[in-house]
């Protein structure tokens, strides 16, 4: 059954240190998304992607973040300058295009540490 | 703007025991509907879903859920809960295209 997959699964940084956070969607899917939950917390929407733009943004994706799909499997999370407070698990999650259905696929995430 | 809310931070229930997790959400239109468990330092997996038909859907482990429309709300429900059923679980609510919006949980203890 495809997945989404999502590397490193741990990542430690150092503040100020730019961060690239990765994930595979499922390969027929189009629309893509990150979510972020802090230790303990909800998982909060970051931003979604669709036709090589972004769609939606929340709050928190700011100018520290960036999305890009550089090829045609992979799409990834920047953070430039990495803050405490950006320590959390990134969670990368996929749809397919055309599907009527909201269902998105969600990766194992990657846990973000920040020193 | 789409929100939800989950009214119970930690639920503590004995082995055997029914459960009822409860999920009030805000949407404009209809909204999908969704059921998540995440146990510890794990990703999300879907439980079950709710977009249209049947108000009560089933979902994967024996759990349940009912969409009832004029309480805005999608109640997790199981009828005996066993110990491997401790996590947290997130309800979410999302429109056609958009992103998800999560609750802020509920975490499951099961006692013996």
């Known amino acids: 059954e495809p997945e989404v997959t999502q590397t490193p699964s741990h990542q430690v940084t150092q503040m100020g240190q730019e961060v690239i956070l990765r994930c595979v969607p499922i390969s027929n899917h189009l629309y893509f998304y990150w979510y972020r939950q802090i230790l303990g917390q909800k998982v909060e929407f970051l931003v979604s992607f669709y036709n090589n733009e972004i769609s939606e943004k929340s709050e928190i994706f700011d100018d520290q973040f960036s999305v890009e799909r550089p090829d045609g499997s992979n799409f990834t999370l920047k953070i430039r300058s990495t803050k405490l407070e950006d320590s959390a698990m990134y969670f990368c999650a996929s749809k397919r295009q055309g599907s009527s259905y909201n269902e998105q696929f969600f990766g194992p995430g990657t846990r973000l540490t920040v020193l | 703007a789409q929100s939800v809310t989950q009214p119970d931070i930690h639920i503590t229930v004995s082995e055997g025991a029914s459960l009822e997790l409860r999920c009030n959400y805000s949407y404009g239109a209809t909204p999908y509907l969704f059921w998540y468990v995440q146990s510890p330092g794990q990703g999300l997996q879907l439980l079950l879903k709710?977009?249209?038909?049947?108000?009560l859907v089933q979902g994967i482990k024996g759990f349940e859920a009912e969409f009832k429309r004029s309480q805005s709300s999608f109640n997790l429900r199981k009828p005996s809960v066993h110990w491997s059923d401790a996590a947290e679980y997130f309800c979410a609510v999302g429109g056609n295209n958009n992103d998800m919006r999560f609750g802020a949980g509920t975490r499951l203890t099961v006692k013996p």
């Open positions: 709710y977009f249209s038909g049947d108000t």
